[in-house]
């Protein structure tokens, strides 16, 4: 038994790895601009399925898809934010979480049109490899997932602390109308920060292909769990985002052991529920709350 | 008797202390005049009486009950106001109806009493006129009055002027400050926070100087003006 | 104020020309009407928290749900007579709206469209997996059913109430509180106003009516499944329909209902995929071009042309 804990522990915080970059991704979006984007986890859906038709359609490894997926959602969300988004920035924020809310409707459905719901998995001839320690099985593919996403995360971090380009964006992020008068083309910031939001969530489904079955409707519990993921880090705290991400992953994985998944999506509701009952801004404690 | 007091009042954002150990009285048909450079935390100070800001540290008393960190609409309700340094009308309504909702609100009347008494204030303050009109249309004189205008509608005590004439022309100024002194012989109390020392200077009877959160001064205006230290934090030690 | 006044009657005039409608026959016609008045009610309750505070629901379903199973189990368990159970199914969604509300209801308005649009998905887990109480996906069978007509009747004086319920706070001195909270929330907190305590009460009221919608359908479903009272498309639909009617607007939801119910009806069900692309499209197009709906649009236009005359 406390193997079996301990087991689905590690599994935890694996996911909880993808987890944290995928909700990176969604913190970043909303730290900057204020968007709550609800096609958030339809994005990671569509990481996926590229994933998926390379794999099958081209032969090709899906770790090398990664690159390609990372560029398609970039150039997928910077247009998002330049053609659609951008019209209701400064706007109140219930537009943006309407138009939002209306992208995630015509992505998830069009997939739908197009794919059909079956679910699809991504099998290579490494996928039942582990690293067997200490009568525990840590499987290669998923440990790798880990390691990227945490580099990743890191990469991130550093870019928004050290490049100019993040410098910039941290700028717009903390006054738009202050960067603006410095000259900062503010509409650019906002499509390169949704491009780069979409594509370190392409890179996150990408990895997921790991975890689990690719389908049309996989979007919608991933928003959930960004949405949870970003509370319990504080919401626009890059940092918080990978502690969150780990907690999350490790409450699922032993939550879905002990009763079924389906519980483990009202556990991680309560979870969120109880976060903003007495601790809104986040353990961390620096997330925006007002 | 006192009618505002603040005790020690402290906020800190994070690392930066806005204010530190301020203390504060407002006595009974007196006008209190705020003075400090910029960033001093003349704000932040109005912030924390009003509920808007939870103090780190210290005590807000009004009329002897405590209100440190209580809800701004119940400090409102108490009867103490203010006035913000950005006007915000409600630019959806028109300027009666931005009166309306401090009479319906903040003093509790019933919609018909408060349009009537909306439309007094506005006579007083000198919007009658534009009564009807959307409150995002008027000019930014007649928004600083109009945030007045709504301040007094809720039926203050005291009434906190956040930087209520910055931005006027000196004749606007002179009739704001011609209006204030009017409210204040009918009984309201005055703070007023202004960057515009003459304006202060003219209708206070006392004066209190922050710089860097602190208090550095407090006296009548004409000795606050020739402290030493009030000239440093305005103008540089080289002119002390 | 007889201007008001004479929209309001006109109004009743409508509802009761409508109610005496079943006596003139024709039952598909009926029927449709029924199912129309059934998402005017819905839709008009999002739009008086929503639409007027500014506070997006994304999980209203939620409420749908529980007044659903609320009022089946109570009948199955006790055999509480169907008209009973309504306003209990009511209070029961009220009650969440109440829990989730209070904490929510605070902070940004992102965190509560998280929590609300997490709260349908999480009720919906926890109805399919409590199979103790709720039978989980077997579904449960609702042993009573109105007439036809009663259906009818009851949709009808419910959207008509809620849309009273709107006009009501549209002209009274709640709806100057909500219009201000919408406007900008310090401000309204600054001349006196509990804005927490009005939007916790506009949403609970919302809530409660959604649940006795939601508890009339379940009984005229006869059989449901969580994933039917769940489903996040009856939430979607009353986004839309607000969003096209107009939000914060008294007709918005009644037009946007009546429109978008009877393109679905003329288009049929089978699309269902590609009319929710479709769906999706009109939602990013309102936004971006028509952002206050028809009904809002309209108004900002004639009132713009009535501002330029002398």
């Known amino acids: 038994m406390s193997m079996l804990i301990i087991q689905s522990l590690i599994n935890g915080i694996l996911m909880g790895g993808i987890y944290a970059l995928?909700?990176?991704?969604?913190?970043?979006?909303?730290?900057?601009?204020?968007?709550?984007?609800?096609?958030?986890?339809?994005?990671l859906m569509l990481g996926a399925f590229i994933t998926f038709w390379m794999f099958i359609g081209l032969g090709l490894d899906p770790f090398l898809t990664l690159p390609f997926s990372v560029a398609?959602?970039?150039?997928?969300?910077?247009?998002?934010?330049?053609?659609?988004?951008?019209?209701?920035?400064?706007?109140?924020?219930?537009?943006?979480?309407?138009?939002?809310?209306?992208?995630?409707?015509?992505?998830?459905?069009?997939?739908?049109?197009?794919?059909?719901?079956?679910?699809?998995?991504?099998?290579?001839?490494?996928?039942?490899?582990?690293?067997?320690?200490?009568?525990?099985?840590?499987?290669?593919?998923?440990l790798i997932t880990f390691l990227i996403s945490l580099g990743v995360i890191g990469l991130l971090y550093w870019l928004l602390n050290h490049s100019q380009t993040g410098r910039a964006i941290q700028a717009t992020a903390q006054d738009r109308e202050m960067a603006r008068l410095t000259g900062i083309k503010v509409d650019?910031?906002?499509?390169?920060?949704f491009g780069l939001?979409?594509?370190?969530?392409?890179?996150?489904?990408?990895?997921?292909?790991?975890?689990?079955?690719?389908?049309?409707?996989?979007?919608?519990?991933?928003?959930?769990?960004?949405?949870c993921v970003v509370v319990l880090g504080g919401m626009g705290y890059i940092p918080g985002a990978l502690i969150g991400g780990l907690i999350l992953g490790i409450v699922g994985s032993v939550s879905t052991m002990l009763f079924t998944s389906g519980w483990s999506i009202a556990i991680t509701f309560f979870l969120l529920y109880l976060m903003l009952l007495f601790r809104p801004a986040g353990i961390t404690g620096k997330g925006i709350v007002e | 008797m006192s009618l505002l007091t603040a005790r020690g009042v402290s906020k800190n954002f994070g690392a930066l202390a806005a204010l530190s150990g301020v203390d504060l009285t407002l006595n009974e048909g007196e006008i209190l005049g705020v003075i400090g450079p910029n960033g001093s935390g003349k704000t932040t100070l109005f912030n924390c009486m009003t509920g808007i800001h939870k103090p780190s540290a210290g005590r807000v008393e009004f009329e002897g009950r405590d209100i440190t960190g209580k809800p701004t609409h119940g400090i409102c309700r108490a009867g103490l106001v203010k006035t913000?340094?950005?006007?915000?009308?409600?630019?959806?309504?028109?300027?009666?109806?931005?009166?309306?909702?401090?009479?319906?609100?903040?003093?509790?009347?019933?919609?018909?009493?408060?349009?009537?008494?909306?439309?007094?204030?506005?006579?007083?303050?000198?919007?009658?006129?534009?009564?009807a009109k959307p409150a995002g249309s008027i000019t930014v004189a007649m928004r600083r009055r109009l945030e007045l205008a709504r301040c007094l509608a809720t039926g203050p005590k005291v009434i906190l002027l956040d930087e209520n004439m910055a931005g006027l022309t000196p004749t606007e100024i002179d009739s704001v400050l011609e209006l204030l002194r009017q409210l204040n012989a009918e009984g309201l109390s005055l703070v007023v926070v202004e960057h515009i020392m003459q304006a202060v200077m003219g209708i206070s009877q006392r004066v209190m100087v922050l710089d860097y959160g602190e208090k550095i001064a407090e006296d009548a205006p004409a000795a606050v003006v020739a402290d030493k230290r009030v000239i440093e934090a305005y103008l540089g030690e080289e002119y002390a | 104020m007889p201007v008001k006044r004479t929209g309001f009657f006109i109004g009743l005039l409508v509802a009761v020309l409508f109610?005496?409608?079943?006596?003139?026959?024709?039952?598909?016609?009926?029927?449709?009407?029924t199912v129309i008045f059934y998402w005017i009610g819905l839709a008009a309750c999002w739009n008086l928290m929503c639409g007027y505070t500014g506070y997006i629901d994304f999980g209203s379903a939620a409420y749908t749900g529980i007044g659903a199973y609320v009022a089946g189990i109570i009948m199955v368990r006790s055999g509480l007579p169907l008209l009973t159970t309504i306003p209990l199914a009511g209070l029961g969604a009220g009650v969440i709206a109440l829990a989730?509300?209070?904490?929510?209801?605070?902070?940004?308005?992102?965190?509560?469209?998280?929590?609300?649009?997490?709260?349908?998905?999480?009720?919906?887990?926890?109805?399919e997996e409590w199979t103790g109480l709720t039978e989980g996906g077997i579904g449960i069978t609702i042993p009573q059913r109105l007439e036809e007509f009663d259906y009818y009747w009851l949709y009808l004086f419910l959207a008509a109430l809620v849309v009273a319920i709107t006009w009501w706070v549209e002209h009274h001195k709640h709806g100057y509180a909500l219009k201000a909270i919408h406007e900008d929330e310090h401000a309204?907190?600054?001349?006196?106003?509990?804005?927490?305590?009005?939007?916790?009460?506009?949403?609970?009221?919302?809530?409660?009516?959604?649940?006795?919608?939601?508890?009339?359908?379940?009984?005229?479903?006869?059989?449901?499944?969580?994933?039917?009272?769940?489903?996040?498309?009856?939430?979607?639909?009353?986004?839309?329909?607000?969003?096209?009617?107009?939000m914060g607007t008294v007709l918005g939801p009644v037009i946007g209902a009546t429109f978008l119910q009877l393109i679905e009806d003329y288009l049929g069900a089978q699309f269902l995929n590609f009319y929710l692309v479709i769906i999706g499209a009109i939602i990013v197009c309102v936004i971006i071009f028509l952002p206050r709906g028809i009904v809002g649009s309209t108004i900002e236009r004639l009132r713009l042309k009535f501002r330029r005359q002398p």
Do not use: C
Request: aromatic share 10%; no cysteine; proline share 4%.
């Open chain 1, 22 to 43: 995928y909700s990176a991704g969604f913190s970043l979006i909303f730290g900057v601009m204020g968007v709550v984007n609800i096609a958030h986890g339809d994005l």
């Open chain 1, 72 to 142: 398609g959602l970039f150039v997928l969300g910077y247009l998002m934010q330049r053609l659609a988004i951008n019209r209701v920035v400064g706007a109140p924020p219930i537009m943006s979480y309407i138009l939002t809310f209306g992208m995630h409707l015509m992505i998830s459905n069009l997939a739908l049109v197009a794919w059909t719901a079956d679910p699809r998995a991504v099998t290579t001839a490494y996928s039942g490899a582990n690293l067997a320690f200490l009568g525990l099985t840590l499987p290669w593919i998923k």
């Open chain 1, 188 to 193: 650019r910031i906002y499509a390169l920060t």
């Open chain 1, 197 to 227: 939001g979409a594509a370190i969530t392409g890179l996150a489904g990408s990895m997921v292909v790991a975890f689990q079955d690719v389908e049309p409707g996989m979007g919608l519990p991933y928003t959930i769990i960004a949405f």
């Open chain 2, 84 to 131: 913000s340094q950005i006007v915000q009308p409600f630019t959806g309504m028109s300027v009666l109806e931005n009166v309306l909702v401090g009479g319906l609100y903040g003093k509790g009347l019933s919609l018909h009493h408060a349009r009537d008494e909306a439309m007094a204030i506005l006579e007083k303050v000198g919007l009658a006129e534009v009564a």
């Open chain 3, 19 to 33: 109610a005496l409608l079943p006596f003139a026959g024709e039952s598909y016609y009926i029927q449709l009407l």
């Open chain 3, 100 to 127: 989730v509300g209070w904490p929510t209801l605070r902070l940004r308005g992102a965190y509560f469209a998280i929590a609300t649009f997490a709260l349908a998905e999480a009720l919906m887990q926890v109805a």
């Open chain 3, 188 to 246: 309204a907190a600054q001349v006196g106003i509990n804005t927490h305590t009005i939007k916790l009460k506009t949403y609970v009221t919302s809530a409660f009516f959604i649940g006795m919608l939601g508890a009339l359908e379940g009984s005229r479903l006869g059989y449901f499944k969580p994933d039917d009272v769940f489903d996040v498309h009856i939430t979607i639909k009353m986004v839309i329909m607000s969003l096209l009617g107009g």
